[in-house]
């Protein structure tokens, strides 16, 4: 698949409420062209619930119903059973969520929706923080971060949401990217044609977020699959297959860049190299990552 | 008996709903069509959907709404779009 092979046709409509070169927007663009206009989605509190702008107008061309925060599995599972017993089963319903309230707020609904075979689809856009609400940690931010809340740097590692998903056995789940929006297409399309719960999260590099200027969205994400911090895979019924780089890193084929290519041109990882370098943290970070790779190698081949 | 309504508000679609975000912009893209491949880069990744993808797969951007972010320039491999300050004299 090539990028002229994606639909022409945008439920996106220009001139909403997202900051300039928003990795949600951009993914939104691409979620939409692969799931059609036969859907239904549901936003708890997060950026998007923002970025769809001020009543009386929207600018998703596509049925959206608002949620409290840590509810859109559940609301999800509402929409979900209230077609099923009208007869109206071709609709898509999906939630979508940021990562405060995927790993933290929203777990408790995520699990039971996934637990009660709910037909539907949830997606994450992991931008590590909770950006709505001006930068503060969230259970995805990594390591070493700064945000407001964690001044001198995030003191736990992030959670493996992966493998979380994972125990719950569901028909199929996938880990993308937005700097790869044939593989995030792919993996929807994918998504929508599977019966049963869904799960897709989305690496989201968020510029204010992570101080990095606003053209460098898309940089920041390859690096981040390139460096191996972030992977690109999916399971289908328990069997994992990796993709594309995450694949050629997983066999060995490819080394993964370090780290510091990807955090250095980050300002939330300035006191890392400013003003001196902290090789401790930095190999601390590395050597966590090395783990999530080996636990990759070992539970997935 | 009391009749109970259901109090929902209800956004309809519209181009703009924060207004012409292309107001916002520093920095403005500027295509050179001579130079562009039709690759599309820029299309997809266009977070705010300004890149308009014509018939033929040449593209053009709307300025309307346009926020500068930069990115259509930052992912063009040929270089067909460079920025420039708004505002600046010609
Ligand atoms: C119960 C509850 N607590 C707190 C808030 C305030 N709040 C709104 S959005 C948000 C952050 C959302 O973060 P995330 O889910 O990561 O999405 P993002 O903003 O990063 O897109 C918070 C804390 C709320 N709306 N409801
Ligand atoms: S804070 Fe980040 S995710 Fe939220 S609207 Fe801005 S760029 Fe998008
Ligand atoms: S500058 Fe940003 S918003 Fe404007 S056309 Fe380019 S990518 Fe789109
Ligand atoms: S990225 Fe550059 S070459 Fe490709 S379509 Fe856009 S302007 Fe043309």
């Not at chain 1, 075979?117 to 969230?138: A, K, L, P, V, W």
């Not at chain 2, 209800?10 to 001579?34: C, E, H, Q």
Request: glycine letters at 8%; charged letters at 25%.
């Amino acid at each position: 698949m090539a990028i002229k092979d994606l639909p022409v046709e945008e439920c996106y409509i220009p001139g909403c409420a997202a900051c300039p070169g928003c990795p949600a927007t951009m993914a939104l663009r691409v979620v939409y062209k692969a799931l059609g206009r036969n859907t239904v989605k549901i936003i708890p509190a997060c950026c998007t619930a923002v970025i769809e702008s001020l009543h009386p107008h929207t600018s998703f061309d596509i049925p959206t119903m608002n949620i409290a925060f840590e509810a859109a599995a559940a609301g999800a599972s509402g929409v979900e059973a209230g077609f099923r017993m009208q007869g109206k089963t071709d609709i898509t319903v999906v939630a979508w969520a940021g990562d405060g309230g995927t790993y933290d707020i929203g777990i408790q609904a995520l699990s039971g929706a996934l637990e009660r075979n709910t037909n539907f689809i949830y997606i994450c856009y992991n931008n590590e923080i909770y950006s709505n609400t001006g930068i503060q940690r969230s259970g995805a931010t990594p390591y070493g971060a700064w945000t407001t809340t964690t001044v001198t740097g995030k003191t736990e590692f992030r959670k493996e949401m992966g493998e979380i998903i994972q125990a719950h056995h569901i028909p199929y789940a996938a880990q993308t990217c937005i700097a790869y929006p044939e593989d995030l297409f792919k993996k929807l399309q994918k998504a929508k044609s599977i019966h049963g719960p869904k799960y897709v999260e989305i690496m989201a590099p968020c510029p204010p977020g992570w101080r990095f200027p606003m053209e460098k969205t898309v940089e920041m994400g390859t690096m981040a699959v390139e460096t191996g911090a972030w992977a690109l895979y999916e399971v289908e019924n328990d069997k994992v297959t990796f993709n594309g780089r995450s694949k050629l890193i997983l066999e060995g084929k490819i080394e993964r860049k370090p780290i510091e290519d990807w955090i250095k041109y980050q300002g939330r990882f300035r006191h890392l190299f400013k003003p001196k370098k902290d090789i401790k943290r930095i190999k601390a970070i590395e050597d966590h990552i090395d783990q999530m790779w080996e636990r990759y190698r070992k539970c997935y081949q | 008996m009391k009749k109970y309504d259901v109090v929902t508000t209800i956004s309809y679609p519209k181009k703009g709903a924060m207004g012409k975000t292309g107001n916002w912009r520093v920095f403005r893209p500027i295509l050179d069509k001579k130079k562009c491949v039709k690759c599309l880069r820029c299309w997809i990744y266009c977070p705010e959907a300004t890149i308009i993808r014509n018939k033929d797969d040449s593209v053009d951007i709307d300025y309307v709404y346009c926020k500068g972010c930069g990115i259509c320039a930052n992912v063009c491999k040929v270089k067909a779009i460079t920025l420039e300050r708004e505002g600046k004299k010609k």
